[in-house]
Nanobody, 128 residues
Framework: EVQLVESGGGLVQAGGSLRLSCAAS????????IGWFRQAPGKEREAVSC????????YYADSVKGRFTISRDNARNTVYLQMMNLKPEDTATYSC?????????????????????WGQGTQVTVSS
């Protein structure tokens, strides 16, 4: 059974930091690009950051560049999203996803509807 389990969300004040984790199982993790997506109430889901299967490329949305860092540990089947200098507009449900995209850029710009594997999400709330 394919599983992607997010953790690390919570409530933080503006300017604070959080680190999200995505633990994967049930598929060949090393073969997949992994991405973090977020959706706020009333808004469309958007790609936040993606990382290629062998870490040779990363993608960041313009809104998070310089503040968020994605990394992966293929030995632990886990992807991390370090989020710093959080802003109230970062408030959303964050989900990780896995896809056979050839690059992080490809995953970050594709229609998320076509991504096969998703986690349940973790809530991030940033207070002003």
């Amino acid at each position: 059974e394919v599983q992607l389990v997010e953790s690390g969300g919570g409530l933080v004040q503006a300017g604070g930091s959080l680190r999200l984790s995505c633990a994967a199982s049930g598929f060949a993790f090393d073969d997949y690009a992994i991405g973090w997506f977020r959706q706020a109430p009333g808004k469309e889901r958007e790609a936040v950051s993606c990382i290629s299967r062998n870490e040779d490329s990363t993608y960041y949305a313009d809104s998070v560049k310089g503040r968020f860092t994605i990394s992966r540990d293929n030995a632990r089947n886990t992807v991390y999203l370090q989020m710093m200098n959080l802003k109230p507009e970062d408030t959303a449900t964050y989900s990780c996803a896995a896809d056979l995209s050839p690059s992080a850029q490809a995953m970050g710009t594709m229609n998320p509807t076509f991504i096969p594997y998703w986690g349940q999400g973790t809530q991030v709330t940033v207070s002003s």
